[in-house]
């Protein structure tokens, strides 16, 4: 099995800044494309941003020049560096992870979420 265990949300003001970390661990034999998605009550998950095991990303037009995504390889990590957060960016975050497991066997999951509430 694969698990992601994220961190790093919290309440921070309009125009503030905020960093989430997503660990994987378990029987991992490739990390291929992790993302980060959020959630709002009563609406569906979206894509905040991805990023592949070579470093090429991809960002919803909402948090483009605002929030980074990247990796750390050798940790199975990856960080979400938001900056100039608006109240709209409250959410509960989630990150996924794809890729192979001990024996090839592909997986696609997901951790348990992280609030984020941008508020004054």
């Known amino acids: 099995q694969v698990q992601l265990v994220e961190s790093g949300g919290g309440l921070v003001q309009p125009g503030g800044s905020l960093r989430l970390s997503c660990a994987a661990s378990?029987?991992?034999?490739?990390?291929?494309?992790m993302a980060w998605y959020r959630q709002t009550p009563g609406k569906q998950r979206k894509l905040v941003a991805s990023?592949?095991?070579?470093?090429?990303?991809n960002y919803a037009d909402s948090v483009k020049d605002r929030f980074t995504i990247s990796r750390d390889n050798a940790k199975n990590t990856m960080y979400l560096q938001m900056s100039s957060l608006k109240p709209e960016d409250t959410a509960v975050y989630y990150c996924?992870?794809?890729?192979?497991?001990?024996?090839?066997?592909?997986?696609?999951?997901w951790g348990q979420g992280t609030q984020v509430t941008v508020s004054s």
């Open positions: 990023i592949a095991s070579g470093g090429s990303t």
């Open positions: 996924n992870a794809r890729g192979l497991r001990a024996g090839y066997y592909p997986y696609d999951t």
């Open positions: 378990g029987s991992i034999f490739t990390l291929n494309s």
